[in-house]
């Protein structure tokens, strides 16, 4: 109904783009689910909701895992209905030379970021389209977040750009597939580029049966370095994205980038693709950081 308070469910939304999400959704007074593997996180930003007046509705989850995203789900149509606006936000992140990169780092990256996404879709789609049905004022949007990473390819970056360019296809199909079935839940993808989150260091959650039984490669370090400064260099905050997203969804935008000036690379390489040549360097225009990783690469 018009008047009914929304209802938000975020997973990763203990720290980074999650947590602002939530703080922009309690300023408006909506019912918020907050799903973390984080404990601590979970815990602290579910008090600063609660403190700002707000229902929430906090439970540890690992996206990885299907049974605790459906969990999620029972939990929140108990507590709260069908929500309008589910994030699919929560990710990690593992760099290096492609063929450097362990079986485990490939298991709990896409585990993660890829799995996590399609859990989050199964589980709450089909309870977001009843009550489509049944309320003809209701409008639901599903939020994945993706990564510039899914539009491009930056070397020593090869399992994230995977799994990210996964998150891309799966929302655009998504996107198109609640078309076939419904005017009034839609879909939504997020491009971030380099924004200072805690994606740098998502390492310190990697459960202990996803960790690798040897130290990290030369690649690894040097490409960990690399996304350290990035990220924490960005000059976009998660709070300025948390706004680009909530007007994004209210007015029905699909495609949501943090920094639309780097779209250019990616008409790069849709031309690179479309005329058949070879892909064009991702440093062209700073070639001073492509000198700087194959000499820190091939010395070792």
Excluded at 152 to 178: C, F, R, W
Aim: proline residues 4%; aromatic residues 8%.
């Amino acid at each position: 109904m018009s008047g009914t308070v929304k209802t938000l469910v975020i997973t990763g939304a203990g720290s980074g783009f999650g947590l602002e999400f939530a703080r922009l959704g309690a300023s408006r007074g909506y019912n918020l689910v907050l799903a973390d593997v984080e404990q601590a996180t979970l815990d602290a930003a579910a008090s600063e909701m609660v403190a700002a007046g707000v229902q929430v509705l906090a439970q540890r989850v690992d996206v990885s895992k299907h049974e605790q995203i459906e969990a999620l789900a029972a939990a929140t149509q108990a507590r709260f209905g069908a929500p309008n606006w589910v994030f699919n936000n929560a990710g990690v992140g593992s760099g290096g030379l492609i063929w450097e990169n362990t079986l485990k780092d490939w298991e709990w990256v896409m585990g993660v970021n890829v799995m996590g996404v399609v859990y989050g879709i199964k589980a709450f789609t089909p309870m977001m389209l009843e009550r489509a049905k049944a309320e003809a004022d209701y409008r639901g949007c599903i939020v994945n977040t993706a990564s510039m990473a899914g539009m491009l390819n930056a070397p020593t970056m090869g399992v994230y750009n995977a799994s990210k360019h996964a998150v891309v296809a799966i929302s655009e199909t998504l996107y198109q597939d609640l078309k076939l079935v419904s005017d009034q839940v839609t879909a939504a993808v997020l491009c971030p580029y380099f924004v200072a989150t805690g994606i740098a260091n998502s390492h310190r959650n990697r459960p202990a049966d996803m960790k690798n039984d040897t130290g990290p490669t030369l690649s690894q370090l040097v490409a960990q370095a690399q996304s350290s400064k990035a990220v924490s260099s960005g000059k976009i905050t998660a709070p300025m994205i948390a706004e680009r997203v909530f007007h994004a969804i209210e007015n029905e935008k699909f495609y949501i980038f943090s920094h639309p000036n780097a779209l250019g690379n990616v008409a790069t390489r849709m031309t690179d693709i479309t005329e058949m040549r070879n892909p064009t360097d991702p440093f062209a225009e700073r070639p001073e950081i492509s000198a700087s990783l194959k000499a820190k690469l091939r010395a070792g």
